[in-house]
């Protein structure tokens, strides 16, 4: 059976994306980090996620971080309430290097378990603007990845997988959907709030994408005028 | 002042490559990982090499490992007495994308500084066969970072700076010795004891290197003949 190591934040996309890879019949190994984020709720609903999809093994990593930006910085003020144009440029959310070091530590396990892919919820449409989400980034990725591994050198490949690159919230949702995936149990929202902000750049992705998707958000936000 | 990350882990390779990195002027930030190496004297002698160097920062970063590796397992049997052609296959000491997970990090801190360059002293000659130690792999390692970073998209660059990929052990020495590298303060070796074994791969390379270079090593070893 093909192995897959799932980077697993317990939002919206990495629970699609461990959905697709379940779907295509992987053995799933589910990967989350504890970096510090300010939005701690995310790793239990990481925890309810892989749990659902009954993975081999939940690894929550731990990883100091160096600052610099509103996702672990209590006294960097989140941006709020922007709009799509103002999207395309990389905001103070943005945490150096993240999905860099997620693969990195991803492809480490994926070695030991000669594990066949990896698989990233990352998407280049309705995303914040951050450059390690885009095309380009993962191609060059997988060509490092190829050069840096005894699997990669041997012939063997471990292929990085970006299942919702190309596709918009409101597809992901759908194909989500179709997959059976409890949203309920995800969490997107930045802030670390009881019920989701609404505003941040992570809520108005979801929220845009339940609307045009057609479908209820099922989880709870702090003003119903969110929905 | 330009700054620069300098990978550090205490040998003699990353301490010569912190001693260039100095030369050419950079403001030094020093990155060490404790990954659960059984050679944890490592450590130390990075930090006499960070101190020696007055380093503006020395930062050892806790990593968890996957196993899979001699550096890490004690029931593994590091491989001995390796002649040259042997190390020409990747042996079990290779530790699962280490340098990949190693440059991701520092990648994430020279962001967050505002760093010029990543300075890593990995050579490509004298070497024990690791994939990531290859001139290949830096090259794409920056191609992907140039993509993944802030500093990249918006026009600048984070130089990922080899300065002994292309240097034999000898040619490393001999820059060193130039440089008044305290190789007193390093240390090579893969097994953690009282005094280097002279036998792993690590010492053999190092043996040779100043066997080469006409230098007599001034650190301890178990025997005498290993000198």
């Not at 934040?9 to 959905?19: N, Q, R, V, W």
């Not at 990481?46 to 100091?64: M, N, S």
């Not at 144009?85 to 290097?97: K, L, N, Q, W």
């Not at 505003?199 to 119903?224: H, Q």
Request: aromatic share 10%; charged share 30%; glycine share 10%.
């Amino acid at each position: 059976m093909k192995r897959a190591v799932c980077l697993l934040s317990g939002g919206l996309d990495s629970s699609t994306s461990i959905a697709i890879a379940k779907e295509e019949g992987y053995e799933l190994y589910a990967l989350s980090f504890d970096y510090g984020q300010l939005h701690r709720r995310e790793l239990e609903a990481a925890k309810a996620i892989a749990d659902h999809y009954g993975v081999r093994e939940h690894v929550i990593y731990r990883l100091a971080n160096f600052g610099g930006s509103a996702l672990v910085d209590g006294n960097m003020e989140m941006p709020m309430d922007r709009d799509e144009e103002e999207m395309t440029d990389i905001p103070i959310s943005y945490v150096p290097a993240r999905n860099t070091v997620f693969l990195s530590i991803a492809l480490g396990w994926a070695e030991v378990l000669d594990a066949d892919a990896i698989f990233i919820g990352v998407n280049a449409l309705d995303y914040s603007g951050y450059p390690d989400c885009r095309p380009e980034f993962i191609e060059a990725y997988q060509r490092m990845a190829d050069l840096a591994t005894k699997k990669g050198v041997e012939g063997g490949k471990i292929e990085i997988k970006a299942p919702l690159l190309h596709m918009t919230k409101a597809e992901i949702i759908k194909k989500g959907m179709k997959l059976g995936v409890p949203y309920e149990l995800t969490w997107s929202c930045y802030k670390g709030g009881e019920k989701a902000c609404g505003r941040c750049d992570s809520c108005g992705l979801r929220l845009k994408g339940f609307r045009e998707a057609g479908y209820s958000d099922p989880i709870n936000y702090e003003t119903d005028e969110n929905r």
